[in-house]
């Protein structure tokens, strides 16, 4: 599931470059003669070209979900910037009085942030065990893990299935949060173990001096000095869990499934009802737009250090 | 739907206080029942008035859980988790076999045998029988042999509703002629083309024939299926006589095809939508058409020398026991479903159709309704359920193989009808495992 | 990254305890599921009979997931190569743009987009009725703008009829005509609201030195018309290009009036074949069929562009600022154009950067299922198939087949065992520093 191959090193957030962040100091050489092309009205005009093929799409679900299926059906999305009379909260008002819908919100909450925490705890605890502690075949068992990073989701599904009806937790929330924590953990491993690395040694003895056992080592040094690479580790997964739809779609209760299978349903059972599937869709997206937004530096980070699903 | 909903709500109150209770009912005070089915929206809302309705009556108290589509799947792994619905609502006579044989389902008792000998035709109460013995009580049925039109483009052409197939051809052919589309073809959604196969084989090649071919006994490189192809083909076989031609169609979903028919009521798309009686509600709630004035409805014209085809489709009610005996409760409740009460509070809600012959057509909340619940009834046991919903589910409900393909490769090439045979037969040669 | 040296003695439960529920939850679900799958592949779809290499063997030969071969090859090929371009070509041109900020933002977004809302977004794109698609409304906008519509779009004539609709597009009128007798061309099918403005369809004046006639909608509105004649009510189609033609050369030409009457001088058109230009009759344009069974592919591949172009911009973008100045300063004195600087020396420079983006972008295009399962419809479906999908029909579709799916599961797992190797390498090298 954490597809992705080992770029550069362990994240340092405070450090990453993002689409906020200028990177690094000005080199005005190459900075100047590519400005001056990118002054170039050519330039100019592609680049805005291409950011309205970026932007329309998405504005074309939104406009879409303040629109009446009758509109939807009978006109483009376009129309409506035009006509602010077919503007309408209907289908949101429909959707978020649907207690299916309002019901699969909760499952998704209720799959996306113990599957978050699960990976950050059983995560820091490995990487920190892979980072400092002494085990033998410590470095074979790192190897064995990085090797599972690009191991695809898809060759569980059908083994994990059967060992999750054995179980008993077949079509339940509790299996979807193990699967997801599983699948999470290879990658919260990796990059937490680099990242607790880099911890100065010397931090860790002055903390073994004062008399600290491997617990108090971890809870008062390790964790609150790995903080943003938790952070960057928890909006990924946070994010992978709550767009997914495949896992949810095999081992989710079909009677109470989350949001991204519940929507998917939606298609299937009835074709084109836009205007179920367009606020549905935005209010999915509206979680993880948000997140991206306020931790662009941490999502940049993540992506650099290879969190990628 | 949701129109029809909240126009006859308080009506509907009003009556049911004139009306005599057809059943007793004991008193359930402090049970709870759990029913399952595939329904969600405004269908829901309009099951629950029903379920409404029972709790009043018995004191018990129901939830509804959504099954989702796959029904037999959902079923399965809620009493492999030991807490299975009460009553589950099954969308296909396979189903119901398939949970009989599982010994997920006992046959019903008395009470409810009493509804149905009252309510129901030996033909409904078969199609709820499996080895001779009763295990299901169907509820809410769909006449599958509808053609909906555009009055508006049956003006312009100066048509009327034709009733046999050459004179929906001419007609069609009219049509086209006056300037409109003719026909709206959902091929997006291979389901809409196996009803408008089973429609001409049910009436061309006669019932026999029909149950042979769920059943495989003949294949389908047999002549009759050659015959209802060809048909088909009659109308299939010429471009200009589907909405968006043959290669738009195959892009259509269900809604789209229904929209695109009535959304304009100027210059319609097309002339005519051929599904069952569920189209009313996309029309309600997708466009300003209104049924009755707009949208109008003819059966599905008879072809050749047989009868006018109904092939319906429909969800059975059965109680869920894996382990023996339905409960009190449950048993109350399938006599419930099955009585011309809860039939009664469900049909004026609109948008369903019930199979119980005692429930007086005026519950209905619309002429058109009316009509098709009547076209229903009066086929008496003539009617046949859908092929492809008793054939295996590989065969007769997957995208992209078995019937939708191999209807949807016919819809694409026309003229290929041996081709389409033979790949409808190899098709089913893997999917029946012979 | 050293390994090995900076170790914290620990006792053997402690170490346990942090490093057992990982490794357990691992072991249960990632690394048994591999073995499982692999020994459940050399089985039959029952699981009873071992069929040896067969399923994989069934790969290869089973039309669908033959299909989703052919499709994941050209998901490889296309996918991860368009997203890394346009990343490269992103990242160069916002290099140093006042607004670049903004516009990386945008790009990047879709990221963190689910794949089912992205699908659902390019449904509403890739609509194939242009008053409704995106995609389809700006493709006809561009060409209505260069090209014309013509007047009467959907007039045909009958089948069967006196005139007959040519590959080109323009109806050809049976036999040939004489000067004095007027002709009828006959057409029908145009929707009775266009014909609301038309006059009423006007017999042609018999004139010997002229070849006249009428073209007209030869359908009475509400029916009861008779074909192949001028009834009361029928309406004239105005505009029509009348043709004379000889041996293949139009040698006269004319529009009909207004009244749907036209008239040919006879010294050319007497004895010619008589057409209706096909310009009259072009049918408007709808744009593609990006949700049909030709494209359908490339256009799901442009849907997870959207999403992924921004991936490889920031990395990129990353990569690009650390590209030393001198080098590029020392070529530019040395005369290279801005091209040859970067075709020369950044993009060799960035090769490292532009090789983990595409292999990465591989790994997960190799995985693709919901945007496939979700954009296509379902007649296009099989068109569209990938593995994954297959994989997931397979195993728990309604005909199962759990050895064919889970010998495609290996098959996925193979093809990534050269990325798994890669890894391994890379790390040990860092170790070994």
């Known amino acids: 599931m954490t597809a992705t191959t080992l770029t550069a090193q362990a994240p340092e957030p405070a450090k990453a470059g993002g689409p906020t962040a200028e990177s690094g100091p000005p080199k005005p050489s190459l900075g100047s003669r590519l400005a001056s092309i990118a002054a170039s009205g050519a330039v100019r005009v592609v680049l805005v070209v291409l950011a309205l093929v970026w932007l329309l799409p998405t504005a074309g679900l939104f406009v879409s979900s303040f629109r009446t299926p009758r509109d939807i059906a009978s006109s483009g999305w376009w129309e409506a910037l035009t006509d602010p009379g077919q503007w309408t909260f209907a289908n949101y008002d429909a959707l978020l009085s649907n207690d299916t819908f309002t019901g699969s919100l909760w499952t998704t909450i209720a799959i996306t942030v113990p599957s978050t925490l699960l990976v950050i705890v059983l995560g820091a605890a490995a990487g920190y065990a892979f980072a400092w502690l002494d085990f033998p075949g410590r470095d074979y068992w790192f190897l064995l893990v990085v090797a599972l990073l690009v191991v695809p989701v898809q060759m569980a599904l059908l083994p994990v299935a059967r060992l999750f009806n054995t179980l008993g937790i077949f079509e339940t929330t509790l299996g979807v949060v193990i699967f997801h924590s599983a699948y999470g953990l290879p990658f919260a491993i990796f990059l937490l173990r680099n990242f607790f690395a880099e911890i100065p040694r010397e931090l860790l003895e002055a903390a073994r001096l004062d008399g600290a056992g491997e617990l108090r080592l971890f809870t008062r040094v390790v964790l609150p000095l790995g903080g943003p690479a938790i952070a960057a580790l928890g909006i990924f997964q946070f994010m992978w869990v709550w767009n997914d739809m495949l896992v949810a779609l095999i081992f989710a209760d079909a009677g109470s499934p989350p949001m991204t299978v519940a929507l998917q349903q939606e298609m299937r059972q009835f074709g084109s009802n836009f205007d179920v599937l367009a606020p549905g869709a935005f209010l999915t997206m509206l979680i993880p737009l948000a997140i991206f937004f306020a931790f662009q530096r941490q999502f940049v980070a993540g992506v650099m250090s290879g969190a990628v699903k | ?434 | 990254m050293a390994s090995g040296k900076a170790v914290i003695r620990a006792r053997p439960w402690a170490v346990a305890s942090f490093l057992l529920p990982a490794l357990l939850l691992l072991g249960a679900l990632v690394l048994y599921p591999i073995g499982y799958s692999v020994w459940r592949s050399f089985f039959d779809a029952s699981g009873d009979d071992f069929v040896g290499l067969d399923n994989f063997a069934e790969i290869f030969a089973n039309e669908s997931t033959r299909t989703a071969l052919r499709n994941n090859l050209i998901w490889i090929i296309l996918a991860p190569t368009v997203a890394t371009a346009l990343g490269l070509i992103f990242a160069v041109l916002t290099e140093r743009l006042r607004w670049a900020t903004a516009f990386k933002l945008l790009v990047f977004m879709p990221m963190a987009v689910s794949m089912l809302a992205s699908g659902i977004i390019f449904r509403l794109v890739y609509e194939q009725n242009p008053e409704r698609g995106l995609a389809n409304a700006v493709m006809t906008t561009v060409h209505d703008t260069f090209a014309g519509s013509s007047s009467w779009p959907d007039a045909e004539p009958r089948p069967g009829g006196s005139l007959s609709a040519q590959d080109d597009g323009s109806y050809l009128l049976d036999g040939t005509v004489s000067a004095g007798t007027p002709v009828l061309l006959p057409l029908v099918a145009v929707p009775q609201p266009e014909l609301a403005d038309a006059e009423p369809a006007a017999t042609a004046a018999s004139d010997p030195g002229q070849v006249t006639g009428t073209v007209w909608m030869d359908f009475t509105r509400g029916g009861g018309g008779t074909r192949d004649a001028i009834d009361a009510d029928e309406r004239a189609l105005a505009g029509v290009t009348v043709q004379a033609v000889r041996d293949g050369d139009v040698v006269a030409e004319a529009d009909t009036a207004a009244d749907g009457t036209f008239t040919l001088p006879a010294e050319d058109a007497d004895g010619a074949q008589l057409r209706l230009a096909a310009s009259s009759f072009t049918p408007p344009y709808n744009g593609a069929s990006w949700l049909g069974p030709e494209l359908i592919t490339p256009a799901i591949i442009g849907a997870y562009v959207w999403m992924w172009a921004g991936f490889a911009m920031v990395l990129i973008a990353a990569g690009l600022a650390s590209v030393p100045r001198e080098t590029l300063e020392a070529a530019r004195v040395d005369g290279a154009n801005e091209w040859q600087v970067f075709r020369r020396i950044t993009v060799p420079l960035l090769a490292p950067i532009l090789a983990v983006v595409t292999v990465t972008l591989m790994i997960n295009v190799l995985k693709i299922f919901d945007l496939v399962y979700i954009i296509a419809p379902s007649s296009s479906q099989a068109d569209a198939n990938v593995l994954a999908l297959q994989l997931y029909i397979s195993s728990f579709g309604a005909e199962p087949d759990q050895g064919l799916g889970s010998a495609i599961a290996v098959l996925l797992l193979l093809l990534v065992v050269p990325v798994i190797i890669f890894n391994l390498r890379r790390l040990r090298r860092e170790n070994q520093r």
């Open chain 2, 1 to 434: 739907m949701l129109t029809a909903l909240t126009a006859c709500g308080d009506d509907g109150d009003e009556n049911r206080a004139d009306r005599e209770p057809t059943i007793e009912l004991p008193d359930l005070s402090g049970q709870n029942l759990e029913v399952a089915a595939v329904w969600t929206g405004a269908e829901r809302d309009n099951f629950l008035r029903v379920m409404d309705e029972f709790e009043a009556r018995t004191g018990a108290s129901v939830s509804y859980v959504p099954s989702g589509d796959n029904v037999s799947q959902f079923v399965g792994s809620k009493i492999e988790g030991g807490a299975p619905p009460d009553i589950v609502m099954v969308p296909q006579p396979g189903v119901l076999r398939e949970f009989a044989q599982n010994g997920w389902i006992p046959p019903v008792g008395d009470l409810v045998q009493e509804q149905l000998d009252a309510n129901y035709t030996p033909g409904w109460q078969a199609v709820g029988q499996h080895e001779g013995e009763q295990y299901g009580v169907y509820v809410k049925v769909a006449n599958k042999s509808l053609v909906w039109y555009s009055s508006t483009a049956f003006d312009y052409a100066g048509v009327s509703a034709p009733a046999d197939w050459d004179t929906f051809v001419d007609t069609a052919w009219t049509v086209w002629e006056s300037g409109t589309t003719p026909v709206s073809v959902a091929g997006g959604d291979g389901w809409t083309l196996t009803d408008w196969f089973e429609n001409i084989y049910l009436s061309q090649a006669g019932t026999e024939a029909y149950d042979q071919l769920i059943a495989h006994e003949i294949p389908w490189t047999d002549q009759t299926v050659t015959d209802a192809l060809t048909t088909l083909g009659e109308l299939f076989g010429h471009n200009q006589l589907l909405a968006n031609g043959n290669g738009g169609s195959l892009q259509t979903d269900f809604p789209t095809s229904v929209t695109q028919t009535f959304i304009n009521l100027e210059v319609p798309d097309a002339a005519m939508v051929f599904e069952a009686d569920f189209v009313g509600s996309v029309i309600t709630d997708s466009t300003d058409a209104v049924i009755g004035e707009d949208a109008l409805v003819f059966p599905f014209p008879a072809v050749g020398a047989g009868d006018p085809p109904v092939v319906s489709a429909g969800d059975a009610a059965v109680a869920v026991a894996p382990n023996g005996e339905a409960s009190e409760a449950q048993e109350a409740m399938l006599a419930f479903l099955a009585s011309t009460d809860a039939a009664w509070i469900w049909a004026e809600g609109g948008g369903m159709v019930s199979p119980n012959r005692s429930l007086d057509l005026a519950a209905y909340p619309n002429d058109v309704q009316r009509g098709i619940a009547d076209a229903l009834i009066s086929a008496g046991d003539d009617f046949r359920f859908d092929l492809s919903d008793q054939t295996p589910a590989a065969f007769g409900g997957t995208t992209g193989q078995g019937m939708w393909q191999g209807l949807q490769n016919f819809l694409r090439n026309p003229d290929d009808v041996q081709g389409a045979q033979e790949y409808l037969e190899s098709q089913a040669v893997s999917a029946y495992g012979e």
